[in-house]
């Protein structure tokens, strides 16, 4: 079986590709063949790569790709990322399109059951093809830090690319008040610049508190085990979310996080059970500070997460729940 794999911005450092690129390894250990294309980027496409199977990450933006084609794919699956849920079904410039391409295909996957319930509600004849797939986590080599965190002090990791719907400024105004009672605070973004202007905004933040907020840029996925292993909280600031993968990762090696409510980050952890979810800046301090002053409830809601995200989020389940969709749609 070869399984094509079509995903927006796929050559970004995102968390769609992320997504995809765990999926493709996984399904490479059930000997299914895989190729990877991006839909976003510039390039003379009329028609997919041969392939038994297409598999389309983004309703929208694979619905727009698929437009410029000659030849339309059949049969195609779609998974619906974080975008395309939270914003592109409900707007009106674009809602035509998501409806046509979930109308279009075989299945339909999404990262939890309340993502589902929301599609349903908007599209009630296709709920007998959505399926629920949580996202799996990745493993890390051990690595050697090429990054060092300084001696005594507590360290927040944001992992996001940064633009708008991220909203990074948020994570250091936060801070930046934490950080006049404690100075040994200490904040660590790492991810690539994807919208300048937002990128202009947030590097004038930071150099105006250098002292305690550092800019590490892109990391390469497979060096993320190093930074993680540092960390002492990781955050989640966007105003939106599918599932974050940064999330997940950060979970499984018993780190607390800090997560701002949304319906992503609300599907991943459960408050002051496996992390804490805030809805104001009052309690991102608040919920920082236990963390901070609390080792008990660091310990315990590390190992929490940490079992939650071992049980909940296996690759392996996650390949295999894929490869027996795959399988269903082809017998048809």
């Known amino acids: 079986m070869k399984v094509l794999l079509a995903s927006p911005n796929f050559h970004q450092p995102r968390g ?13 250990n059930l000997a299914v063949e895989t190729e990877i294309i991006s839909t976003t980027e510039e390039a003379s ?15 929208y933006h694979f619905y727009k790709f698929m437009e410029k084609l000659d030849k339309k794919p059949d049969p195609y699956m779609v ?3 974080g975008t395309d849920l939270n914003h592109d079904l409900f707007d009106p410039q674009k809602r035509k399109d998501v409806f046509a391409s979930l109308h279009g295909a ?3 996957h999404v990262f939890d059951d309340k993502a589902k319930t929301v599609i349903t509600n908007e599209l009630p004849e296709i709920k007998d093809k959505i399926f629920t797939i949580a996202q799996g986590n990745s493993d890390f080599p051990d690595q050697n830090p090429h ?3 300084e001696e005594n002090t507590i360290l927040f990791v944001l992992p996001a690319g940064i633009r708008r719907i991220k909203d990074v400024p948020a994570a250091i ?15 660590w973004l790492v991810g690539p610049i994807i919208e300048y202007d937002e990128g202009d905004d947030v590097k004038e933040l930071i150099s105006e508190h250098q002292e305690w907020v550092s800019y590490i840029g892109q990391v390469p996925h497979a060096k993320m085990g190093s930074i993680y292993q540092q960390a002492d909280v990781v955050l989640n600031t966007s105003y939106s979310e599918g599932q974050s993968s940064a999330i997940i990762e950060a979970m499984s090696y018993g780190i607390p996080v800090l997560v701002s ?24 301090l608040d919920y920082s500070e ?17 079992q939650y995200i071992a049980t909940n989020h296996s690759s392996t389940y996650e390949s295999e729940a894929f490869l027996a969709i795959y399988n269903q749609i082809l017998k048809k």
């Not at 009672?181 to 904040?187: A, D, E, G, H, V």
């Not at 408050?271 to 104001?280: R, S």
Request: net charge positive; charged share 15%.
């Open 147 to 149: 990054i060092q965190k």
């Open 106 to 108: 075989q299945a339909i």
């Open 173 to 187: 105004h936060s801070l930046q008040r934490l950080h006049i009672k404690y100075p040994n605070i200490r904040l």
């Open 79 to 81: 998974t619906i990322t």
């Open 290 to 306: 236990q963390i901070i002053n609390n080792n008990k409830i660091k310990q315990g809601i590390g190992q929490q997460a940490k």
């Open 45 to 59: 496409w009329t028609s997919f790569p041969q392939a038994d199977l297409i598999h389309g990450f983004h309703a």
């Open 16 to 28: 769609n590709t992320v997504t995809v690129q765990r999926i493709a390894n996984g399904l490479k």
């Open 261 to 284: 409510n949304n319906a992503g980050n609300r599907s991943l952890v459960s408050h002051k059970k496996t992390g804490f979810v805030y809805d104001t800046q009052n309690e991102f």
